[in-house]
């Protein structure tokens, strides 16, 4: 969607490994939110921000941590990768009063 | 944020109007109504909300009870690619909390 990409779009990577994905807007929107979706479960959220600095835990946080240092990145990191982990992330941001806008999504796969 | 409760799944003809209902039944007064669709693994997309009047969009109506207890998307001449899954979500706008949790949704399948 414009305004909001992921990167990367695939990636492999081994149990073990910290991998970071990254949420990047050009909307100045306040709010932005990072979601899993696995067959079965649906969208689930991880973490969400509400400003700079400002983040805090979603229903599925354990395993994951944020950053948001400036308005336009999000970064989501998982610091030991696992197979359970192995799942579709899609970004979204908000301006608050309107609709959310999600990325493409990430295919992340833990092998 | 309301729970709320859609149908699994439901079909449709093409070019005959799709309604996808949605139960809302502890919906608070400041908390809008919105749908939303994923198209397969797409991310999801917006439609429309509404507080308590009638919607309307280049892309559907949305139709909400004068209870508020229960709304309707209304896809007034679904095609092949309005096949998606179809979330029905109601949050408080405005809030600094302002994250969406998102349920099942209702599978919805266009048959040509």
């Known amino acids: 969607d414009a305004g909001i990409t992921q990167s990367p779009r695939h990636k492999v990577t081994e149990t073990g490994t910290p991998v970071t994905l990254r949420c990047h807007q050009t909307?100045?929107?306040?709010?932005m939110y990072w979601y899993r979706q696995d067959p079965g479960h649906g969208l689930r959220l991880i973490h969400y921000?509400?400003?700079?600095?400002?983040?805090d835990k979603g229903e599925v946080s354990d395993g994951y941590s944020v950053s948001r240092s400036k308005t336009e990145d999000f970064l989501l990191t998982l610091e030991s990768a696992t197979s359970s982990q192995t799942s579709v992330y899609f970004c979204?941001?908000?301006?608050?009063?309107?609709?959310?806008?999600f990325g493409s999504g990430t295919r992340l796969t833990v092998v | 944020d309301a729970k709320t409760t859609q149908p699994p799944s439901m079909d449709c003809a093409e070019g005959r109007a799709a309604n996808l209902p949605c139960n809302h039944s502890?919906?608070?007064?400041?908390?809008?109504v919105y749908w939303y669709r994923q198209i397969h693994s797409q991310g999801p997309q917006y439609i429309i909300h509404?507080?308590?009047n009638n919607e309307t969009n280049e892309m559907a109506s949305l139709i909400i009870t004068e209870d508020r207890k229960s709304s309707t998307l209304i896809l007034p001449h679904a095609t092949l690619r309005d096949t998606a899954v179809y979330y029905c979500?109601?949050?408080?706008?405005?809030?600094?909390?302002?994250?969406?949790?998102f349920g099942s949704g209702t599978r919805l399948s266009i048959r040509p």
């Open positions: 979204a941001i908000s301006a608050g009063d309107s609709g959310y806008t």
């Open positions: 909307e100045n929107h306040r709010y």
């Open positions: 921000s509400y400003g700079v600095k400002d983040t």
């Open positions: 502890t919906i608070s007064g400041n908390e809008y």
């Open positions: 509404g507080l308590k």
């Open positions: 979500i109601v949050r408080v706008e405005r809030s600094s909390a302002s994250k969406i949790i």
